[in-house]
């Protein structure tokens, strides 16, 4: 094995002596192994590669025309439609926002008037100012005893239960019946 040299921090270069290829031993081919038969003629290589330069012409790179998708384009559109409608919703929230606020300001000023007005009302009926304005404008009197009346009702109820006519059988029933869809399809 040949001697490694080594770098210039103390360790072994192990890529001083670079080879291309594969170092593996091929034991197919006829100088590393004589004794090898190749009936197929697979091991034998040609010495040197004869190597063609092709040459290439550079072309001159054409300008694609770009153009946009129409999907792109209704996909814009649609987010577009989307996107104003949103804000036109926004808009009607804020608006329906304010006219609740109105409306509920609106509802503690007439809860207010509500409470004010129920004590005015219950205030109005005080009935010894209505007792005096009856005797004194308007000329009512208390009434004596002379005028009062009782009604006896200790007379007992009655009631009088109505039964079905009798003589309705089952042909007159069907007959009522017949009468009674015929009517209903003439009207």
């Known amino acids: 094995m040949a001697a490694q040299k080594k770098n210039r921090y103390g360790g072994y270069d192990y890529g001083a002596g670079a080879v291309d290829g594969s170092l593996a031993y091929d034991f ?28 290439t012409r550079s072309v001159a790179r054409q300008r694609t025309k770009q153009s946009i998708a129409p999907v792109t384009v209704l996909g814009f559109a649609i987010a577009a439609v989307l996107l104003v409608t949103s804000i036109l919703a926004r808009v009607q929230l804020v608006e329906l926002s304010a006219t609740a606020a109105e409306l509920e300001t609106q509802l503690s000023e007439l809860t207010t008037e ?28 208390k009434p004596t005893a002379d005028q009062i009346y009782y009604i006896d009702t200790s007379a007992a109820d009655k009631a009088v239960v109505i ?24 009207g």
Do not use: C, K
């Not at 509500?114 to 209505?130: D, F, G, K, P, V």
């Not at 039964?163 to 003439?186: H, K, M, S, T, V």
């Open 114 to 141: 509500q409470t004010r007005l129920q004590i005015e009302y219950e205030s109005a009926y005080n009935l010894t100012e209505i007792e005096e304005y009856a005797t004194s404008v308007l000329g009512m009197q």
């Open 28 to 55: 197919n081919h006829p100088a590393l192994n004589p004794e090898y038969d190749d009936p197929f003629g697979i091991g034998a290589q040609p010495e040197q590669a004869e190597w063609t330069a092709v040459r």
């Open 163 to 186: 039964g079905e006519p009798e003589g309705d059988g089952l042909i007159e029933r069907i007959e009522n019946f017949i009468a009674g869809i015929g009517a209903y399809f003439r």
